[in-house]
């Protein structure tokens, strides 16, 4: 069986990776002008769920990196 822990590190660096390669790709570093009108769920739609086929390819990889550490971690400890 599947650690919750192991699980719970997966769902959290999915999350973070995504937002983070999001952020970047969307190059939302530089100074978005304010257009009147245009709500901030617009901005996240716009940003966020517009792009979420190209940069989920990204953050999965990236996240397994950790949850597979946190796993090797767990499972050495489980056989000592």
């Not at 822990?5 to 790709?25: P, R, T």
């Not at 009147?36 to 990236?62: M, Q, W």
Request: hydrophobic share 50%; no cysteine.
């Amino acid at each position: 069986m599947v650690n919750k822990k192991v699980i719970f590190i997966f769902i959290f660096s999915l999350i973070i990776s995504y937002l983070i390669i999001d952020y970047l790709n969307s190059n939302l570093f530089v100074i978005i002008d304010w257009i009147e009108g245009v709500t901030i769920a617009d901005k996240l739609r716009e940003y966020y769920i517009r792009t979420f086929s190209s940069n989920i390819s990204l953050s999965l990889p990236i996240s397994l990196i950790p949850t597979y550490l946190v796993y090797k971690k767990t499972k050495n400890k489980t056989m000592e």
